[in-house]
């Protein structure tokens, strides 16, 4: 290992996180692409700094997964706080992770199928209650997945991504011309893995989805954790003709 330039790129890591990190984390909350907020940033980040930041936000507070939705990952730590009264008595008050956004909350969003599992929720194993999505039965893929976010919550419902061929095809936009700019800068922007990650699925996700399915690109799984629900999409076309008509 070259130490003297593992402790510089360290050190220049170090200052771009402490002078632009939390502008890229604030900016990564609000739905700004990568190259935008490249483009916002008063201090000189590079691009590949910049996105490091930003990805190491998106799997920490848990908008991307690199593993399959499960109660353990809802059930973080414990953290507590000592504060202090008028009168010098001292208590601790617990805080918890907002799944939400990068800060700190008192209460957490609402977990109502965690919580109803009470103490060792995080070691229970969801048994997925599996089916396929077919538009006979279900109705337009959105509209379904818009229904199902909204029963369960958003911090609560992802959607399973293979993306890696976007790092590749930075040109051809191979398989995303369907997409508008800002859809296709947004995945774009993303070092996406070569596995499936898993993605929650916000507003633009949701949208994303709905239109590489109906491009004939799209096949994978939504997961939606309060009602232990597994959808399983196959791609439009195949298997069971479940595409619009």
């Given at each position: 290992?070259?130490?003297p330039g593992y402790?510089?790129?360290?050190?220049?890591?170090?200052?771009?996180?402490?002078?632009?990190?939390?502008?890229?984390?604030?900016?990564?909350?609000?739905?700004?692409?990568?190259?935008?907020?490249?483009?916002?940033?008063?201090?000189?980040?590079?691009?590949?700094?910049?996105?490091?930041?930003?990805?190491?936000?998106?799997?920490?507070?848990?908008?991307?997964?690199?593993?399959?939705?499960?109660?353990?990952?809802?059930?973080?730590?414990?953290?507590?706080?000592?504060?202090?009264?008028?009168?010098?008595?001292?208590?601790?008050?617990?805080?918890?992770?907002?799944?939400?956004?990068?800060?700190?909350?008192?209460?957490?969003?609402?977990?109502?199928a965690v919580s109803?599992?009470?103490?060792?929720?995080?070691?229970?194993?969801?048994?997925?209650?599996?089916?396929?999505?077919?538009?006979?039965?279900?109705?337009?893929?959105?509209?379904?997945?818009?229904?199902?976010?909204?029963?369960?919550?958003?911090?609560?419902?992802?959607?399973?991504?293979?993306?890696?061929?976007?790092?590749?095809?930075?040109?051809?936009?191979?398989?995303?011309?369907?997409?508008?700019?800002?859809?296709?800068?947004?995945?774009?922007?993303?070092?996406?893995?070569?596995?499936?990650?898993?993605?929650?699925?916000?507003?633009?996700?949701?949208?994303?989805?709905?239109?590489?399915?109906?491009?004939?690109?799209?096949?994978?799984?939504?997961?939606?954790?309060?009602?232990?629900?597994?959808?399983?999409?196959?791609?439009?076309?195949?298997?069971?003709?479940?595409?619009?008509?």
């Amino acid at each position: 290992m070259d130490r003297p330039g593992y402790f510089q790129t360290a050190l220049s890591n170090f200052a771009t996180d402490v002078a632009c990190g939390g502008a890229i984390r604030h900016l990564t909350d609000l739905g700004y692409t990568l190259d935008q907020i490249v483009e916002r940033l008063d201090y000189p980040a590079s691009r590949a700094k910049v996105q490091r930041i930003m990805m190491e936000y998106l799997y920490h507070s848990r908008v991307l997964l690199k593993e399959e939705p499960s109660f353990a990952l809802f059930t973080g730590p414990e953290e507590y706080v000592q504060e202090q009264d008028a009168y010098g008595r001292r208590t601790l008050r617990r805080i918890e992770n907002d799944l939400n956004s990068q800060y700190k909350a008192t209460d957490m969003p609402d977990l109502t199928a965690v919580s109803k599992n009470g103490k060792g929720a995080e070691k229970q194993e969801i048994f997925w209650k599996e089916s396929v999505y077919h538009f006979e039965r279900d109705g337009k893929l959105t509209e379904l997945l818009h229904r199902k976010r909204n029963e369960n919550g958003e911090a609560l419902s992802y959607v399973s991504c293979n993306f890696g061929f976007l790092n590749i095809d930075q040109n051809g936009y191979y398989g995303v011309a369907c997409l508008n700019n800002r859809q296709r800068d947004y995945l774009q922007g993303i070092c996406w893995e070569p596995s499936v990650v898993y993605h929650r699925l916000n507003q633009r996700m949701l949208e994303i989805v709905g239109k590489l399915y109906e491009a004939g690109v799209y096949q994978g799984d939504c997961f939606f954790v309060g009602s232990r629900e597994k959808i399983k999409i196959t791609r439009k076309g195949k298997d069971n003709d479940n595409g619009t008509r």
